[in-house]
T-cell receptor, first 113, second 125 residues
């Protein structure tokens, strides 16, 4: 199975500041046939199901604020929140859909400093 | 509006079994492969199983293989997950999830753009 390792486990950021979350894959999730990275990011708030934020590593889902952005390719990926808002307090997960055996990262908890 | 509604969770003794249901509405259910994921209390997300749009092929996580059966009834827009020989470590909220892309998209994989609210399974004596 593809292992996704997220870092850090948690981070505290001041309102309006940048938050950066990393996701490292144990193998490449890049499909050369269509030039796409099969990597998504989700946001989960307490008591709620996950919400899709980013897919194909950098495509923002409809309705997601543009302060959320994704980058990276192959095995190393980043989710950036450019200016943290109070409503962004949540746990963030990366997920690969390259393999039929889907896997998630361990999650990163984002809090307000 | 697209919706997924899980049901069937509850308290079950170790060794017991349960059948979860996920009723879909607002989209062409038969065009989408579907999946189950779970989340133990205070823990991260874990993929459990997927099934193709026709139901012909299923995929399972190693942690549940041999104890779980995923099926679907496209005439009822419903996805099922049957778990037997339940263990304490199966205690979790179980979510059904719909992919962003349907069967006809041609993509070999897809993220999930719709999740149900989840149903809780508690395994305890």
């Amino acid at each position: 199975d593809i292992v996704l390792t997220q870092s850090p486990d948690s981070l505290a950021v001041s309102l309006g500041e940048r938050a950066t979350i990393n996701c490292k894959s144990s193998q490449s999730v890049f499909y050369s046939s269509n030039n796409k990275n099969y990597l998504a990011w989700y946001q989960q708030k307490p008591g709620q199901p996950p919400k899709l934020l980013i897919y194909w590593a950098s495509t923002r889902e409809s309705g997601v604020p543009d302060r959320f952005s994704g980058s990276g390719s192959g095995t190393d990926f980043t989710l950036t929140i450019s200016s943290l808002q109070a409503e962004d307090v949540a746990v963030y997960y990366c997920q690969q859909y390259y393999s039929t055996s889907l896997t998630f990262g361990g999650g990163t908890k984002v809090e307000i400093k | 509006e697209e919706q997924l509604l899980e049901s069937g969770g509850g308290l079950v003794k170790p060794g017991g079994s349960l059948r979860l249901s996920c009723e879909a509405s607002g989209f062409s259910f038969s065009n989408y492969g579907m999946s189950w994921a779970r989340q133990a209390p205070g823990k991260g997300l874990e993929w459990v199983s997927s099934i193709t749009s026709s139901g012909a092929t299923t995929y399972y996580a190693d942690s549940v293989k041999g104890r779980v059966t995923t099926s679907r009834d496209n005439s009822k827009n419903t996805l099922y997950l049957e778990i037997i020989s339940l263990r304490a470590e199966d205690t979790a909220v179980y979510y059904c999830a719909k992919p962003l892309y349907d069967f006809w998209s041609g993509y070999s994989g897809s993220p999930f753009n719709l999740w149900g609210q989840g149903t809780m399974i508690t395994v305890s004596s």
